[in-house]
């Protein structure tokens, strides 16, 4: 999926943070973080589109739903990003 990728420290907080986005009418993807960036947190992660990413992250700042590291989705490569 391309996009904005989100990692988190434990399931529970992607969990929590799929629920508010979700209730703000974003669409929220919980998964299984990619291999390759699996050492970046508890290896569920969200996907956004794009559009959303700073919304999102704004978000789950304003609510207390910390997210570890953001990524942009392009295809099979992924770019860090601070949002």
Do not use: H, W
């Not at 993807?29 to 704004?58: D, F, H, M, N, S």
């Not at 978000?59 to 490569?77: N, T």
Request: glycine content about 10%; charged content about 30%; some cysteine.
């Amino acid at each position: 999926m391309k996009g904005i990728l989100f990692t988190f420290r434990s399931i529970t907080t992607a969990q929590r943070g799929e629920e508010l986005l979700k209730s703000r009418g974003i669409d929220a993807v919980l998964r299984r973080t990619p291999r390759k960036l699996g050492e970046q947190g508890c290896g569920y992660c969200l996907t956004v589109e794009e559009p959303a990413g700073r919304k999102a992250a704004a978000l789950m700042r304003q609510y207390d739903i910390p997210f570890r590291r953001s990524f942009r989705v392009l295809g099979e490569d992924t770019v860090e990003v601070r949002l």
